[in-house]
C-alpha cells in the first residue's frame, strides 16, 4: 500500500532557483493538501484542493502554486525561492470533508540557500 | 479564529508508567479533535479522533482520549509507556460545521519514553 507518496524527500536550493514538490496517492481521494512543518509551529496549510481542477489557498500560500490535472495528483510549485521557504513539507489527503483523517506523505526536507 | 494548545514542548515518562500529554482547543461550536504521531523523518501518522458520543476515545496502539467539553480538552493517554511510544505528538482541531482544510495542528509534544 503506497498511500501518499512524496518525491524527492530532501533538496537544496538556490535563492531565485525554481522546483516543483511531487505528490501522488493511490487512495483515490477527492480531497488534497499541502502543509509546511517548521520548528515549534505545528502544520501550516499552503493550499488544498477538493477535486481534479479545483485548488484554493490555504493559510500561506504567498510563493507557491499548485495544479490538479487529475485525481491523483497534486504538485506543488516554488517559482522564486527565497530562505523562509526552507522548511518541510508534507502532502496530505482525504476521502473528503467530512470527519476523515488526512493520511500524510513522509514530506519533502527542502533548504534554501 | 480556532486554536490548539500543546503546553509541553517536551514530556519525559519511564517505560512501564501512564503518560499523559496534554490539548485545550478553542473553536466556534462543537469540535472534531484528532490526535497525530509523527516519527522521525516520517509524516503524520493518524491515532485517534472524537466526533460525538462517548467522551473516552480508543485509538491505535494501545492510546486513548479523552474528550472534556468544559475544560475545552482532549488530553491523549496510555496506561503504560513503551521505549517506541517515543516520538512527536499533534493535537488537532476542525469545527464540526466546517471543512477539512479548516483543520488546525498544535505545536506538538517530544514524547521521551526512558528504558
Known amino acids: 500500500n503506497a498511500g501518499v507518496t512524496q518525491t524527492p524527500k530532501f533538496r537544496i536550493l538556490k535563492i531565485g532557483q525554481s522546483m516543483t514538490l511531487q505528490c501522488t496517492q493511490d487512495?483515490?481521494?477527492?480531497?488534497m493538501y499541502w502543509y509546511r512543518q517548521d520548528p515549534g509551529m505545528g502544520l501550516k496549510l499552503i493550499y488544498y484542493?477538493?477535486?481534479?481542477?479545483?485548488?484554493d489557498k490555504g493559510e500561506v500560500p504567498n510563493g507557491y502554486n499548485v495544479s490538479r490535472s487529475t485525481t491523483e495528483d497534486f504538485p506543488l510549485r516554488l517559482e522564486l525561492a527565497a530562505p523562509s521557504q526552507t522548511s518541510v513539507y508534507f502532502c496530505?489527503?482525504?476521502?473528503?470533508?467530512?470527519?476523515?483523517?488526512?493520511?500524510f506523505g513522509d514530506g519533502t526536507r527542502l533548504s534554501i540557500l | 479564529a480556532q486554536s490548539v494548545a500543546q503546553p509541553e514542548d517536551q514530556v519525559n515518562v519511564a517505560e512501564g508508567n501512564p503518560l499523559t500529554v496534554k490539548c485545550t482547543y478553542s473553536?466556534?461550536?462543537?469540535?472534531?479533535l484528532f490526535w497525530y504521531v509523527q516519527y522521525p523523518n516520517r509524516g503524520l501518522q493518524f491515532l485517534l479522533k472524537?466526533?460525538?458520543?462517548?467522551?473516552l476515545v480508543k485509538g491505535s496502539y494501545g492510546f486513548e482520549a479523552e474528550f472534556n467539553k468544559s475544560q475545552t480538552s482532549f488530553h491523549l493517554k496510555k496506561p503504560s509507556a513503551l521505549v517506541s511510544d517515543s516520538a512527536l505528538y499533534f493535537c488537532?482541531?476542525?469545527?464540526?460545521?466546517?471543512?477539512?482544510?479548516?483543520?488546525?495542528f498544535g505545536s506538538g509534544t517530544q514524547l521521551t519514553v526512558l528504558p
Open positions: 488537532a482541531v476542525r469545527p464540526s460545521s466546517g471543512s477539512a482544510r479548516q483543520l488546525t
Open positions: 473553536v466556534s461550536g462543537n469540535p472534531y
Open positions: 487512495m483515490n481521494h477527492n480531497y
Open positions: 496530505a489527503s482525504s476521502r473528503d470533508s467530512s470527519n476523515q483523517p488526512q493520511h
Open positions: 472524537y466526533i460525538t458520543g462517548d467522551n
Open positions: 484542493s477538493v477535486g481534479a481542477g479545483i485548488t
